[in-house]
């Protein structure tokens, strides 16, 4: 992920100046998943609270600079005015970004999720938003592209929660691997779920 650089030797300067000017709040820094709403003329990404708790929309001073289609999930790092961060629309300074994994959610009975392959992974973290399941994992990698699949524990629909399994849907990494974070969201809105309904999701 990028970052600006000559940060350090900048703030150096500053701080050697004098001014009676009031300062400025510092801004937040975040970094946040979120979806792609367009990228012309500048990049606009849909912001949603964890739970069902609203959306907001993030305003990039600047386009992605890169082609990326619209409705993709990013991983963003971000600046905003500590004023702004209560508004519906919120300017941001955009510092980096990269594509999640988006893979489709499946269901599958119990017994044929017994018998798909290891998903050679931990999860260190995940949380909703909206419609979407975010997962922060340490995957293993051995140097050339994976992927992570996600199948719904179809036995469990009606239940409290909903259980999800994360599994390999390729061939195994090897024992030559290392691990890597990596983030990975998922569409839970055709599960149908019910609004007290939580979603789990584990490593098959």
């Not at 996600?150 to 599994?167: F, N």
């Amino acid at each position: 992920m990028c970052r600006l650089t000559l940060l350090i030797p900048l703030l150096s300067l500053l701080a050697a100046c004098s001014s009676d000017e009031p300062q400025q709040p510092t801004p937040v820094n975040r970094i946040d998943i979120v979806t792609l709403e367009s990228t012309d003329p500048v990049a606009r990404f849909i912001l949603y609270s964890p739970g069902d708790r609203g959306q907001k929309t993030l305003i990039a001073s600047q386009p992605l600079g890169e082609e990326i289609d619209r409705g993709a999930r990013l991983l963003i790092d971000y600046d905003a005015a500590v004023g702004d961060t209560a508004r519906a629309e919120v300017p941001i300074e955009l510092n980096g970004f990269y594509v999640v994994l988006t893979p489709p959610v499946e269901l599958a009975p119990h017994i044929v999720i017994a018998d798909l392959p290891s998903g050679e992974a931990s999860i260190i973290s995940q949380w909703r938003t909206g419609e979407w399941i975010n997962v922060k994992l340490e995957a293993a990698y051995n140097g050339t592209s994976r992927s992570i699949g996600l199948t719904a524990d179809e036995s469990t629909l009606d239940d409290a929660t909903v259980k999800c399994y994360i599994y390999n849907p390729g061939d195994p990494v090897g024992p030559n691997s290392v691990g890597r974070t990596a983030y990975a969201s998922f569409f839970i809105g055709a599960l149908n779920l019910r609004p007290d309904q939580k979603v789990e999701i584990l490593v098959k």
